[in-house]
């Protein structure tokens, strides 16, 4: 009953846009840090953006930094990612985690 599943990725054009979300259930996402993580084919899993639980603050790799935007609803225990401009480099399984959850993981591929 833990349990996070992401959705809202798919194919897009370098320069769209796409919302992920992280749906949170089996506990409260507002008692933890809660983050984006991804990952492309023969690299490592990278984070991508996060919210930090000291100060609610919001940390944004360098590579995502004015493009993306991370925001957390607590009425709806939802983690959402805007990505806008996106890039083929952004291609990856996007993945979100908290309190040492996974999500399944979703598939994000800019391509023309």
């Known amino acids: 009953q833990v349990q996070l599943v992401e959705s809202g990725g798919g194919l897009v054009q370098p320069g769209g846009s796409l919302r992920l979300s992280c749906a949170a259930s089996g506990f409260t996402l507002d008692d933890y840090a809660i983050g984006w993580f991804r990952q492309a084919p023969g690299k490592e899993r990278e984070g991508v953006s996060c919210i930090r639980s000291i100060d609610g603050s919001r940390y944004y790799a360098d590579s995502v930094k004015g493009r993306f935007t991370i925001s957390r609803d607590n009425a709806t225990n939802t983690l959402y990612l805007q990505m806008n401009s996106l890039k083929p480099e952004d291609t990856g399984v996007y993945l979100c985690?908290?309190?040492?959850?996974w999500g399944q993981g979703i598939q994000v591929t800019v391509s023309s």
């Open positions: 985690n908290t309190n040492d959850v």
